[in-house]
């Protein structure tokens, strides 16, 4: 059974950080590329960053570049968003995506609120 299990959403004040996790089962982890995906109220989804599975090559939307940092381990399953100089604009649920090309898997999301 396949499952991402996201966590370390929160609230959090303008200029803070959080560190969001996504562990995964059930699929071979190094064998997919990764994603954060977000979703604000009222707007589509959209990606925020990716890393591929073997070389760890990432990209990020031009949004959160400098302030994001997408990271793995394939030896705990595991992706990581390292979130710095958080931004309401940043407010949304975010959601971990694993891509296999013929698969692609959603996590249920968590929760990220910038506010004062």
């Known amino acids: 059974q396949v499952q991402l299990v996201e966590s370390g959403g929160g609230l959090v004040q303008p200029g803070g950080s959080l560190r969001l996790s996504c562990v995964a089962s059930?699929?071979?982890?190094?064998?997919?590329?990764m994603s954060w995906y977000r979703q604000a109220p009222g707007k589509e989804r959209e990606l925020v960053a990716v890393?591929?599975?073997?070389?760890?090559?990432?990209n990020y939307a031009d949004s959160v570049k400098g302030r994001f940092t997408i990271s793995r381990s394939n030896a705990k399953n595991t992706v990581y968003l390292q979130m710095n100089s958080l931004k309401p604009e940043d407010t949304a649920v975010y959601y971990c995506?694993?891509?296999?090309?013929?698969?692609?898997?959603w996590g249920q999301g968590t929760q990220v609120t910038v506010s004062s």
């Open positions: 890393i591929t599975g073997t070389s760890g090559s990432t």
């Open positions: 059930g699929f071979t982890f190094s064998n997919y590329a």
């Open positions: 995506n694993a891509d296999g090309g013929s698969w692609v898997y």
